[in-house]
């Protein structure tokens, strides 16, 4: 059974940091691309941040780089995502993905993943 399962989020001030984790299983890890998306109340899921399956090619929302890290451990079959200077804004559930394809390209479409995860609440107060 293909899975990903993130944790990490929580109540978190402007300004302060959070590092999400989401552990895949399943399936070979290092063979997939992985991807973070959020979704806030009242708006449409969207693009985080993304990893190629070797961690060679790393994409980020305009939104948040410079802020936030994607990594990936494949001993760990675990994707990070390190999130800094957090923003009132940044609040949403934050879902991790695993990518469609074998070896695939790494993008920041939501269709070119599957096994969402269940989501992690990140909640940041001003």
């Known amino acids: 059974q293909v899975q990903s399962v993130e944790s990490g989020g929580g109540l978190v001030q402007a300004g302060g940091s959070l590092r999400l984790s989401c552990v895949a299983s399943?399936?070979?890890?290092?063979?997939?691309?992985m991807g973070w998306f959020r979704q806030a109340p009242g708006k449409e899921r969207e693009f985080v941040a993304a990893i190629s399956w070797s961690g060679g090619s790393i994409y980020y929302a305009d939104s948040v780089k410079g802020r936030f890290t994607i990594s990936r451990d494949s001993a760990k079959n675990t994707v990070y995502l390190q999130m800094n200077s957090l923003k009132p804004e940044d609040t949403a559930v934050y879902y991790c993905?695993?990518?469609?394809?074998?070896?695939?390209?790494?993008?920041?479409?939501?269709?070119?993943?599957?096994?969402w995860g269940q989501g992690t609440q990140v909640t940041v107060s001003s």
């Open positions: 993905a695993q990518g469609s394809s074998y070896g695939g390209p790494t993008t920041r479409k939501a269709r070119d993943y599957a096994y």
């Open positions: 399943g399936r070979t890890f290092s063979n997939y691309a």
